[in-house]
Each structure stands twice: as C-alpha cells, then as structure tokens.
C-alpha cells in the first residue's frame, strides 16, 4: 500500500487546508452544477445513480450524504425512500442545494470529520466526489465508522486515475489543460478549477482507499470502476458486532 497519499503531504495543517477548500467551495457555486455536467459530460449523474446497484434498500433508512454540496446525490437517497441527513460545510452550498429543492430532508453545515451525531445513528452513508478533499482522512473514516450503525452501508463515489495508459494521457491532457480552461472561463475561478484537477491527479487510488477502510474495521469492500476507470464507486459496511 501506498502510504505517500498526497494528503500526508500537505497535511501539516489540516484545518487551514480546510479553510481553503470552504473557501474555494463557496466561490464557485453559482457555477458549480452546471461546470459539474458539462466537464463530466452528463457521466455524473449516471454514476450517482449507479451507486443504488450496489446498496441495499435504504427506504425508511436514515441515510447521511456526507459532502453533499447542492444535493444531486441527497435527492436520489430521498427519491429512494430514505430520510436523509445532507451535510456539508460550506453554507453556499448548503442554500444552492435548498434553493433547488434536492435537499429534502436535514441540511447540516458541519465538517465531515466531526459528524454532529450519535454512534450507530445511520444505516447508509453516502460521500460523492468529497473524500479527496478531506485533509484528515483517518479520523474522516473513523468518525463515519462511528456513527454508521452495525450492518451499515457506506457508498464512496470518486474519480480516479485510470488504469490503462492511453487512457490516461488522454486524461491527463483533459485534467491539466481542459478542465482548468473551460472551468475558469464559466466559473471565473480558473485557480479552482485548476485545484480540482490536482486534486484528482494525487489522488490515492481504490486499493489504497479499500486498504485503509479495512484498517479502520470496514469489511466487504467492493469496488465498481466506471466509464473507462475514471470514477470509482466503492462499497463496504461495518461488520455487524
Ligand atoms: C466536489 S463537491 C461534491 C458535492 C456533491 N457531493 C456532488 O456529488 O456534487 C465537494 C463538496 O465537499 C464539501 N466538503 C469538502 N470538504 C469537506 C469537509 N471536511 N466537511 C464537509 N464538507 C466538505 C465541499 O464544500 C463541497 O460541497
């Protein structure tokens, strides 16, 4: 296992680093959904919706979108049945996700890391495109581990590096020069979106993430790559005790 993860590395000062993603998160909502299907070319929602492939039934379910943004994900888990709880740090897009009507349930401003809720409090916990940028990962897990209930499900979707190498060159093109390019003249943020692609560049890979989630007592830990390898879903649950 890879143990250089690239949060480690700038990771002296995670709350600073957390700061700076608030910060950026909330300058580019206006934009955000829109940036969102056209970069991904509409493949976001698919695989938001892939994920309910690979989870169990969560109807009358407490669920937590954890880095829910505007709430695309929230609002498959509310059409799918479950109450959900949409947590999110940044205040802007907490009120996009509300504006839109796709947080339907308990919009939460609070830091992933330090979930607001008792042990054992959910059956699903959801966490789309959020986790790369989460400076403090280990205690991320732990904390998510906590509040899951036994038996409870956690879905990660995130993009990834992929595997084949055309693939990726051709990627890695789109990454460093597209994405900051169209990003930055429809956002006018083109730092964010240069950011952003970084962050997909560092980061660690499915078997680095299934490795640390079975450290942290996660069992069952599946992984579906999607649309040539460039997102993951993963899937795991807390053994039941
Ligand atoms: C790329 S967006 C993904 C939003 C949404 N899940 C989606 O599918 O479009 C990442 C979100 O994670 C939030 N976020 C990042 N780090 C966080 C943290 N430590 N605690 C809470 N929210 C965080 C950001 O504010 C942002 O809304």
């Known amino acids: 296992m890879n143990t250089n993860f690239s949060y480690e590395i700038d ?5 600073e680093k957390k700061r700076f993603i608030k910060k950026l998160f909330d300058s580019i909502v206006p934009t955000y959904d829109l940036l969102n299907h056209i970069l991904s070319m509409g493949t976001d929602m698919l695989w938001r919706r892939n994920i309910f492939n690979h989870i169990k039934d969560v109807r009358d379910n407490m669920a937590v979108d954890l880095c829910c943004g505007t709430g695309d994900l929230s609002l498959l888990l509310h059409q799918k ?16 996700g509300i504006e839109k009507q796709a947080l339907k349930g308990y919009p939460v401003v609070a830091d992933a890391s330090r979930i607001p809720f008792r042990e054992n409090s959910f059956a699903a916990a959801t966490i789309a495109f959020g986790i790369r940028n989460i ?8 904390d998510l581990f906590r509040v899951l209930m036994p038996g409870g499900q956690l879905a ?4 990834v590096r992929p595997v084949n190498k055309i693939i990726e060159k051709l990627y890695s093109f789109y990454l ?3 994405l900051p390019f169209i990003g930055g003249i429809i956002s006018g943020r083109k730092s964010a979106y240069r950011y952003l692609s970084g962050t997909i560049a560092t980061f660690v890979d499915p078997q680095d993430l299934k490795a640390l989630l079975e450290k942290f007592g996660f069992t069952d830990v599946s992984h579906y790559p999607q649309t040539f390898n460039i997102a993951a879903i993963i899937i795991c649950r807390k053994e039941l005790s």
Do not use: Y
């Open 11 to 15: 990771n002296d000062n995670p709350e």
């Open 81 to 96: 049945g479950a109450k959900v709880v949409s947590l999110d740090f940044s205040m802007n897009m907490l009120q996009k």
């Open 135 to 142: 400076p403090d990962i280990d205690i991320f897990i732990k």
């Open 156 to 159: 990660i979707l995130e993009l």
């Open 176 to 178: 460093c020069n597209l």
